[in-house]
């Protein structure tokens, strides 16, 4: 269990980098 808490942990951080750079990559156009 606390391992697949620290990759949904992971996953979500990684997921929320990738979806604010992205929404900022379509802002600078």
Do not use: C, D, P, Y
Request: no cysteine; net charge positive.
């Amino acid at each position: 269990v606390h391992e697949f808490a620290a990759f949904l942990f992971f996953g979500h951080t990684l997921f929320s980098n990738i979806w604010a750079m992205q929404i900022r990559f379509n802002q600078s156009k």
